[in-house]
């Protein structure tokens, strides 16, 4: 399996263990085609990228670009149950994507913490999520994906638990990737061929904090040999993620041309094939 990109990669920026240069070499050596860097954004504990710190990154980001493609993303934290996250409109205009994830150790705003935060943790510790806990994760996740420009929805399910074929159908509409994280997958086989089947795209990501970790596909391997799936369907086995972006803002223009000219009919294989 050739697998051309992994964008979801930490420095030591947020929670990772080294400079940008070392995440870019690493991913050179391992033959990717093009890396993206997403450290954890500002509302992390500790560990979120700082305000005061993101031109150094970008400084090292432009300095990286002569080993190969390196972009510029950050994995933004929901910080209320009314699907804000920690990313704001300046910031996400100066970023190439726009990742997004739930976590734990995060400053949620003061209502969300005891609504959010607290009763996910205590059904976590007793091993026992009831449902009305499930759809309620779910609608708030709903919200960021839908309240926000976000370009990639990550390890879907970890942490609190959802309802991930729902949101996969959210992602459909919004043209959110949903990805196959090889650090952990918080989802079966079945699931993933129903998420598929929402017509929802994927992109498998590494979830590295560490060089040795980029790249490293693993555990996705081996779990899509369980699966019914379509290759089409994971964007980083057919081509990079610009040159993805690029694809579909082709055919965006192309089918907003279309309507323009008052052809509002879309052909059927490009309905399938983006559904957003």
């Not at 510790?125 to 994906?145: C, D, E, Q, W, Y």
């Not at 959210?170 to 918080?186: P, V, W, Y």
């Not at 041309?257 to 059927?268: A, C, K, V, Y």
Request: proline share 4%; charged share 30%; glycine share 6%.
């Amino acid at each position: 399996m050739r697998i051309l990109g992994d964008y979801h990669t930490h420095t030591c920026y947020s929670d990772g263990q080294t400079p940008v240069i070392d995440i870019v070499q690493a991913a050179k050596e391992r033959g990717l085609s093009e890396i993206g860097i997403s450290d954890h954004g500002p509302r992390k504990m500790l560990k979120g990228l700082k305000k005061k710190r993101f031109e150094k990154l970008v400084g090292e980001i432009q300095s990286a670009k002569s080993e190969m493609p390196v972009l510029l993303g950050v994995e933004a934290n929901v910080i209320s149950t009314s699907g804000k996250i920690d990313v704001n409109g300046s910031l996400r205009e100066k970023l190439d994507l726009l990742m997004f994830g739930v976590h734990v150790v995060v400053w949620f705003t003061p209502m969300s913490f005891f609504t959010f935060f607290l009763p996910n943790v205590f059904f976590n510790a007793i091993h026992f999520v009831p449902g009305f806990m499930i759809r309620r994760n779910t609608k708030i996740v709903s919200r960021v994906l839908q309240k926000n420009q976000i370009d990639i929805y990550t390890h879907p399910g970890r942490y609190f638990r959802v309802d991930v074929v729902t949101l996969a159908k959210t992602c459909a509409d919004r043209g959110i990737l949903m990805e196959l994280n090889s650090k952990k997958l918080s989802f079966r086989p079945v699931d993933f061929e129903r998420m598929a089947a929402t017509g929802a795209k994927f992109i498998i990501g590494s979830d590295a904090h560490s060089p040795k970790r980029v790249g490293d596909f693993a555990r996705v391997e081996e779990f899509l040999k369980n699966c019914d799936y379509n290759p089409k369907d994971i964007i980083n086995l057919e081509q990079t993620y610009t040159d993805y972006k690029t694809e579909k803002k082709k055919r965006e223009d192309e089918n907003l041309r279309g309507n323009q000219d008052g052809n509002t009919e879309q052909p059927e294989q490009k309905h399938h094939l983006w559904r957003h």
